[in-house]
């Protein structure tokens, strides 16, 4: 028997609705690292621990991956054939690899022109059915569902508990880690399944000890859990969590509640900024998205929101690779350009030092 990694459905198997006999459809996903931070918190002179879960190092490069393969298993163990789901990219990545995985077909619909490169590269290689539809990631959400009810495909978005299921692992691996949960658990909000999840995670945990206090950001543009009600025509730079009619609203509005927990918003620039920061900081690379997370914290910290002394958690939802484009366009120092000869070579590269 191998004692490698198996992924989380052997992981936590008595935690998670696996029955006997079915055939777990794996990538190895989990296990991914929770990095402390060094530079960012010293920088910010607190006296406080930070952490980010880098949730990028799933095999498909996001934490959709965790539920995923919970999802696809139930699926192919009711005896579907095909899934489909609405997506701003990261779950239909995910949903391709999975179903190309299991040997069954993926439907996804995602929101023309509205989705990092290196997402739509994914579902095209992993052979998905790729539909860019003329709307938003809520209309895609609208007939997806409209969909499932007319055709033998089942749906592998968050309103799938067995994708909530799988998900809150990312609680589990974080309490193991720590030997308890941290005071502060950082996360970006888009449809919001992630934090119902992590909530049901370490609730599932706590074993009678502390829960931590649940932070959810939003981006300026597309924040429904800051104004209180759904936007019509939600815009941000994170396309990943351009969502206007999050699915889980009420789970994750529990979440936030029964922890004493708050929405914030960030803007865009101080999205882009925390990226740039993570990345020049701290070598972490993540997709605009998965920074709000670090910008919420950070702004939290200084305002004193965050207690001092406390532990602070940041889920970093999906990795930069994703999204090349936003990432070059938003750095504004040049590349060099020079002939190749030592002389230019050595002058552009030490002359600035
Ligand atoms: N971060 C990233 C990188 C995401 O892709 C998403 C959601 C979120 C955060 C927000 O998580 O929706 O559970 O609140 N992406 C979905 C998708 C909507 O289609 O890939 P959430």
């Not at 010293?42 to 539920?67: A, I």
């Not at 999975?98 to 095209?124: H, N, T």
């Not at 790729?130 to 997806?144: E, S």
Request: proline content about 5%; charged content about 20%.
């Amino acid at each position: 028997m191998t004692t490698a990694y198996q992924g989380l459905l052997h992981r936590y198997r008595d935690r998670l609705p696996v029955v006997d006999g079915m055939r777990i459809i794996t990538l190895c996903e989990g296990n991914t690292p929770l990095i402390p931070l060094l530079n960012i918190p010293r920088e910010l002179g607190k006296d406080v621990t930070m952490y980010v879960k880098f949730e990028g190092l799933n095999p498909t490069g996001s934490f959709k991956d965790r539920g995923m393969t919970m999802a696809v298993t139930q699926a192919v163990h009711e005896g579907s054939r095909a899934i489909i789901c609405a997506s701003t990219g990261n779950t239909s990545a995910s949903a391709a690899a999975y179903a190309a995985r299991a040997g069954i077909r993926s439907f996804v619909l995602i929101p023309e022109g509205k989705i990092a490169m290196g997402k739509l590269a994914q579902a095209m290689m992993h052979g998905a059915i790729v539909i860019q539809i003329q709307g938003n990631f809520d209309d895609g959400m609208r007939l997806v569902k409209e969909v499932a009810t007319k055709a033998p495909v089942t749906i592998v978005n968050s309103i799938n508990p067995y994708r909530i299921q799988g998900q809150k692992t990312a609680s589990f691996e974080i309490v193991e880690a720590l030997g308890r949960a941290p005071d502060y658990h950082c996360i970006p909000v888009g449809n919001a399944g992630n934090i119902t999840a992590h909530w049901l995670g370490y609730r599932e945990c706590a074993n009678g000890g502390a829960l931590p206090v649940m932070a959810g950001y939003q981006a300026a543009g597309a924040a429904p859990f800051i104004s209180g009600q759904m936007v019509d025509q939600p815009e941000t730079v994170a396309t990943a969590i351009r969502i206007g009619h999050p699915q889980s609203w009420d789970a994750a509005w529990d979440a936030s509640r029964a922890s004493n927990g708050w929405f914030a918003a960030h803007d865009d620039a101080t999205i882009l900024a925390t990226q740039k920061l993570l990345a020049s900081k701290e070598g972490i690379f993540c997709e605009p998205a998965s920074a709000i997370s670090v910008a919420g914290a950070i702004a939290d910290i200084r305002s004193g929101r965050s207690r001092a002394g406390s532990t602070i958690v940041c889920t970093v939802t999906g990795h930069g690779l994703k999204d090349p484009d936003t990432a070059i366009a938003s750095n504004t120092a040049p590349v060099l350009k020079v002939p190749a000869a030592l002389d230019d070579v050595r002058r552009a590269s030490v002359e600035p030092l």
